[in-house]
């Protein structure tokens, strides 16, 4: 996977992918190609959601572990 | 000489005495005349006068008769003398009842049974009015009249508030004199008086320029006397015409010293009376008239005494009062004001501590409000985030499969037109090739009769040789 | 007492002071001053009332012979 | 005590302050003090208005012992 | 507490930090220093009123004592 | 069968001899090759196609296992 | 935690972050540390809010007993 790709650049390259689809403008010859790098991206994201998500969740079990503490 | 006998005198008088005795007996009459040869006798109390009648404005006698008075009407006379202060006497006029009378003795004879004393009091009030008028006409610079009273000279000068210098005119050292200094000397108040005696006679109006001559002693003194008083001191209660004269009346008006006056008038004031400061009755009144005028201004001075006395401790408890009053007005004032400030200051307190404590609770709210909405948004965002990644993923496998089905059938054209084309299908419906040395041909102008040709059809191939030739125009298959 | 005090002149000013005392306009600093004065005149009033001057000049006559007699 | 403090002058000063703590206008620093002044002004007052009356009473006794003698 | 506070002064500076604290325009960073300024003015406030208080009580005591001794 | 032919090249063939036969060019001597050759192209087409719908199919496969593992 | 940072600075800053989110502008990338951050503000507001209402409470404590100890 890409060092450097982003939650943003990811999402919208998922959209041209499917857009290419959409309009068939894809040739059959890259088809499956594309298909992959977009199970990539999906997979990308997801996980870049999923672990934000995560992290989210972790940051306000703190946050309300320290209130009920704190108070 | 007489034809007739002569008669007794006895038997004339009586004969007279019978005629008037027929006309008169029984028989009285009021009648108005003037009194002259009048005479007293003291030891038979007979008054003894003439009854004349004067021409009007002269001294010429129209009727005139003889009268006596005795008995009853000699007590008709004394009260008549007491009740006007009229002396009988020479030149009165005065109306008399009378009844007439014969004696043989003294002849005719008017009795004076009554005497009208109303008729003479008219007659000297008369006399009294005159002169009165006369001095209001003649001396209109000291005398004047309002309403009833007579302003004079005399009664306008103002009283010295004390009166204790006086000069006295009586009639010697009479008991009038004596009854007023008694109860001036013997005043129950201790006042003392300085009294100055000028003694003159006060009866019988021809002395009215005596007294007026001691009134000018008086002034001429230049004594400051307060007063003068003019008593009539004791002896009968009669002949106070005197102070009704024009001479006197007009010199006690003008006098420029107060004038109190004791006449002894039992009646109505004389003019003295009335042209005096203050007219008293009695020779004792004016001293208590002077003892209550002196008493009144010792009173005077007690009550200022009792005023200041009253009034000095009315400010003390007023002041005292007003001190009071500031006292506990500072000291309630001083404790408002310090529990003022202690209720002010506990409210800044409760201030300070109430909103201290809600800044805090809203400081509170806000950050919980603020903090719940970054922690709720972030899932929200992932959640639509991966919503959107169904999506998109969702609609790559649809379009995929939209993908492959136009391919297909796109390719499924094709191949139907290529089975349609192909000659294998076009030889099975009919169709035949024909060869001509060994090549095809669709020109038919090589071919002529008696050339070989195959023909290959769908499933055999023929050799032939042409036979004959038609020319046919081609055009039954245009389309 | 002054020489040449009248009955008018004393009650006049008894009455002053009086009125003074009334209208409470005397300060209370000179109040006894003035009730001592106001017994003054009072007391003169009521003397004089009671002597005369007459007697009074005797006196004083007597008392001038006196001091005459004595030098 | 002030030497030449007249009856007069004591009452209008303590009005003064009694008017200046009634408008309160009366700082609280230097209330205790204006009392204390007041305090000393109204006992001034009050024992000039006693040896006044007393003064004035005696007076007066004197005056009414001579009208009595006099009589 | 400072030397020459006076009442007055003390009680204006009072004044504004309850006004300010009132409006809510202290910041929570220094609203403890304020809350705890306020409470040494109070403090000193009420020392200051209850000193003056005992004074004037004294003060009044006194002369109602001299009072009851001068009837 | 070419060993780079492309699905995009024996399509595109395909569709020139579709269009050279359509309008009456093609000799018959010709056609039947030209037929023989679509028949090739058409089945070159039709495996590649087949091929890459089993491989896209495969990795939306593997995707959807993916997303419903990680759920 | 930042050693100047005033409870303003950390509020005001806190609901930019706020009014970022629920505008939906951060992007997945960012929005963790962003919400790190937050509750980093957030638990710094609270401590400091803490803080200032124990010291608010102990000097208001402190005034009572005072209160209490001078009546």
Known sequence: MEQHLTYEAAY????????????????????????????????????????????VTNIIKQMEQHNAGGK | MSNTPPIRLSDLTNRIQQAINNVFAGQTYWIIADITNYSYYQQKGYHYFDLVEKQEGTAGIIAKVAAVAWGAGADKIKDFERITGQVFQNGINVLVKVSVNYHNQYGLQI???????????????????????????ENPEFIQKAGDQYLTRNNRLVLNRV????????????????????????????????????????????????????????????????????????????????????????????????????????????????????????P????????????????????????????????????????????????????????????????????????TQSILLSKHRELLAVSGQVLSKPTILVAHKRNELENITANITSFNRMYFQNKHSELEHHKTVFRLMSPASILKRGFALVYQDGKVTANPDTIKPGSNIQVVLNSATLNATVTAKNETNGTAFDI
Not at chain 1, 23 to 33: C, N, Q, W, Y
Not at chain 2, 120 to 129: A, C, D, M, P, V
């Open chain 2, 163 to 282: 009166i204790q210098q006086l000069a006295v005119v009586s009639s010697g050292n009479s008991a009038g004199y004596q009854d007023f200094k008694h109860t001036l000397d013997n005043n129950r108040f201790g006042y003392r008086f300085i009294i100055h005696p000028y003694f003159t006679a006060v009866q019988g109006e021809e002395k009215a320029e005596l007294l007026q001559q001691r009134l000018i002693d008086i002034f001429n003194t230049g004594t400051p006397y307060d007063a003068v008083v003019i008593i009539r001191g004791g002896g009968a209660q009669t002949d106070f015409l005197i102070f009704d004269t024009y001479r006197l009346g007009k010199t006690v008006a003008r006098f420029p010293i107060p004038i109190i006056t004791g006449i002894g008038h039992q009646k109505n004031e004389t003019v003295v009376d009335l042209m005096a400061h203050s007219p008293t009755k009695t």
């Open chain 2, 111 to 137: 009795t004076v049974l009554d005497i009208d004393a109303n008729f003479t009091i008219g007659l000297l009030e008369q006399q009294k009015q005159a002169v009165l008028a006369r001095l209001l006409t």
């Open chain 2, 284 to 355: 004792t009144k004016a001293a208590e008239f002077i003892i209550a005028h002196n008493k009144a201004f010792e009173d005077e001075v007690i009550n200022l005494q009792k005023t200041i006395l009253i009034k000095s401790q009315q400010l003390f408890s007023a002041r005292s009062q007003s001190l009071s009053a500031l006292n506990s007005m500072i000291v309630n004032q001083a404790r408002t004001m310090l529990s003022r400030h202690k209720d002010q200051l506990q409210g800044y307190n409760q201030t300070v501590i109430n909103t």
């Open chain 1, 12 to 55: 919208n390259e998922l959209r041209a992918i499917a857009a290419d689809i959409e309009t068939g403008s894809v040739p059959v010859d890259i088809l499956a190609e594309k298909v992959k790098r977009a199970a990539v991206l999906i997979e990308f994201c997801q996980q870049k959601l999923r672990s934000t998500e995560a992290e």
